[in-house]
T-cell receptor, first 110, second 113 residues
Framework: NAGVTQTPKFRVLKTGQSMTLLCAQD?????MYWYRQDPGMGLRLIHY???????AKGEVPDGYNVSRLKKQNFLLGLESAAPSQTSVYFC?????????FGSGTRLTVV | DAKTTQPTSMDCAEGRAANLPCNHS???????VYWYRQIHSQGPQYIIH???NNETNEMASLIITEDRKSSTLILPHATLRDTAVYYC??????????????FGKGTKLSVKP
């Protein structure tokens, strides 16, 4: 039982490049979330999903898109990366109560 | 914005109880108090949650005041591995955006030998 798996774990992008972060959960959870965490700060919610085929904006959605085509996967896309998107990205899933978080993706945009 | 107020940092001696306070004076009747912790850049880890009664599990105890405007997380015998940032969060248990976890800056707990 892997829980929540994020890929990749590390990535360096050049400004303007695009990429997709993948989050996969094997707990059959309905809810999934993408957060970002900048140095010295708490996590901020980017986008979330309350079920397969649904997505919604969180606190800081600008510059990101998401998709939830399958219940177990939640993808976070950066269409044109900017240095301000340098951060650690965490995915989480939930069935209403406690969240289970992945181990994070460290993204650097140069 | 986070609905809770926590001290920025606290120290605790190894083996002693760590008592982490949290103020949530605007909590609604259907909102729970949740505690998570984050150990050095790992993903946050769920600790405990409660509505109005005190709760205990294998990790910690949660004491909620009768008026529900504040709570205390208790780690009964802190170890060096409990050094982490502890987040107190209020949220409804189910239901759309109101059920989202909104993090503040938390309390940095340092357990010292």
């Amino acid at each position: 039982n892997a829980g929540v798996t994020q890929t990749p774990k590390f990535r360096v992008l050049k400004t303007g490049q695009s990429m997709t972060l993948l989050c996969a959960q094997d707990m059959n959870h309905e809810y999934m979330y993408w957060y970002r965490q900048d140095p010295g700060m708490g996590l901020r919610l980017i986008h979330y999903s309350v079920g397969e085929g649904t997505t919604a904006k969180g606190e800081v959605p600008d510059g990101y898109n998401v998709s939830r085509l399958k219940k177990q996967n939640f993808l976070l896309g950066l269409e044109s990366a900017a240095p301000s998107q340098t951060s650690v990205y965490f995915c989480a899933s939930s069935q209403g109560r406690g969240y289970t978080f992945g181990s994070g993706t460290r993204l650097t945009v140069v | 914005d986070a609905k809770t107020t926590q001290p920025t940092s606290m120290d605790c001696a190894e083996g002693r109880a760590a008592n982490l306070p949290c103020n949530h004076s605007t909590i609604s009747g259907n909102e729970y108090v949740y505690w998570y912790r984050q150990i050095h850049s790992q993903g946050p880890q769920y600790i405990i949650h409660g509505l109005k009664n005190n709760e205990t599990n294998e990790m910690a105890s949660l004491i909620i005041t009768e008026d529900r405007k504040s709570s205390t997380l208790i780690l009964p015998h802190a170890t060096l591995r409990d050094t982490a940032v502890y987040y107190c969060i209020v949220r409804v248990e189910y239901g759309g955006s109101q059920g989202n976890l909104i993090f503040g800056k938390g309390t940095k707990l340092s357990v010292k030998p």
